[in-house]
C-alpha cells in the first residue's frame, strides 16, 4: 500500500508525512499533549543509514529519559479496547511488584 504525503506544520515550518505517521499526530493534536514530542520518523534522516544507525544507540536513553512513552498501534478496530484496557491491567500489577 501506498502511503500518500501529508502536509504538517512544525515550529513555525510545513513537514511532509506518510499518511501512515499523519493519523497518529492527528490523535496527538486532538488530545492536546503538551511538551517535546521525539518522533524517530521525523527525528531521524530516514535516507541516512549512518544517522539512523547513531540515533538508534540513543533511542534507548531517550524513552528511558521519557515522562511518557505513546506507541501507535494503528487505528482502532473492533475488540481493540478491551485488549487495550487488559494492558493497562497487565501494566498496573507489573509496577506494583
Known sequence: ??????S??????HLAVGEK???PLLQLRDHSI????????ICINQGDNEEKGHQVQS?????AKASRVI???????AGSDQGLEEIRIAAKLSIRR
Open 59 to 63: 533511542m534507548a536513553k531517550i524513552y
Open 1 to 6: 500500500s501506498e502511503d500518500k504525503p501529508c
Open 21 to 23: 505517521l499523519h493519523a
Open 71 to 77: 506507541v501507535w498501534l494503528g487505528e482502532k478496530a
Open 34 to 41: 503538551e511538551g517535546t514530542i521525539w518522533i524517530d520518523a
Open 8 to 13: 504538517i506544520f512544525i515550529d513555525g515550518c
